[in-house]
T-cell receptor, first 115, second 115 residues
Framework: AQSVTQPDIHITVSEGASLELRCNYSYGATPYLFWYVQSPGQGLQLLLK??????LVQGIKGFEAEFKRSQSSFNLRKPSVHWSDAAEYFC?????????????FGTGTRLKVLA | GAVVSQHPSWVICKSGTSVKIECRSLDFQATTMFWYRQFPKQSLMLMATSNEGSKATYEQGVEKDKFLINHASLTLSTLTVTSAHPEDSSFYICSAVTAPRYEQYFGPGTRLTVT
């Protein structure tokens, strides 16, 4: 069955430190992969996406992610975290064909940033 | 580009009444729209998929008679929560896709509180 796992429910980092949020997926074909960020009470903002090509993807706000097919992973990274990065982060896999296409979301990782 | 709006952003209704939430794609035609429900500090749960001009496809466990979805045009989908109860209180988010792209564009969400 298709699934997305975000192993870390909560992560706390100090401002200026590096960040890596993990995402593992289970999907039979080449997936479309996404990272979204959600601030409290807000909708989802797309950080970056992977459809094909270069496996290192650059996104907004200084984020990047690397698709590793052998590990079924799509981890999100940022070299230096800012206090404003504190939010909930969701990894998602796009699955299915054009008629049945849907997203499968991970459970999310809540990021706390210490000043 | 690819902006999705939701109206209202916040609604309070009395138990037993119905409430309608609108989802609009402002600058593109959405072949498919999705409705999600999100409980506090949890991930998004897909409720249903709607294609313009056809009946919505509901996920397992979602009451189709309670959550009525209409996708009357390529830019508008509505979710009506009928005979609302306090347990229906939640954050409802819609998204839209335009073929053949496989990326969902999310609305800002609607917070429903049933008293």
């Amino acid at each position: 069955a298709q699934s997305v796992t975000q192993p870390d429910i909560h992560i706390t980092v100090s401002e200026g430190a590096s960040l890596e949020l993990r995402c593992n997926y289970s999907y039979g074909a080449t997936p479309y992969l996404f990272w979204y960020v959600q601030s409290p009470g807000q909708g989802l903002q797309l950080l970056l996406k992977y459809f094909s090509g270069d496996t290192l993807v650059q996104g907004i706000k200084g984020f990047e992610a690397e698709f590793k097919r052998s590990q079924s992973s799509f981890n999100l990274r940022k070299p230096s975290v800012h206090w404003s990065d504190a939010a909930e982060y969701f990894c998602a896999v796009g699955a299915g064909t054009s008629g049945t296409y849907k997203y499968i979301f991970g459970t999310g990782t809540r990021l706390k940033v210490l000043a | 580009g690819a902006v999705v709006s939701q109206h209202p952003s916040w609604v309070i209704c009395k138990s037993g009444t119905s409430v309608k939430i609108e989802c609009r794609s402002l600058d593109f035609q959405a072949t498919t729209m999705f409705w999600y429900r999100q409980f506090p500090k949890q991930s998004l749960m897909l409720m249903a998929t709607s294609n313009e001009g056809s009946k919505a496809t509901y996920e397992q466990g979602v009451e189709k008679d309670k959550f009525l979805i209409n996708h009357a045009s390529l830019t508008l989908s509505t979710l009506t929560v009928t005979s609302a109860h306090p347990e229906d209180s939640s954050f409802y988010i819609c998204s839209a896709v335009t073929a053949p792209r496989y990326e969902q564009y999310f609305g800002p969400g609607t917070r429903l509180t049933v008293t």
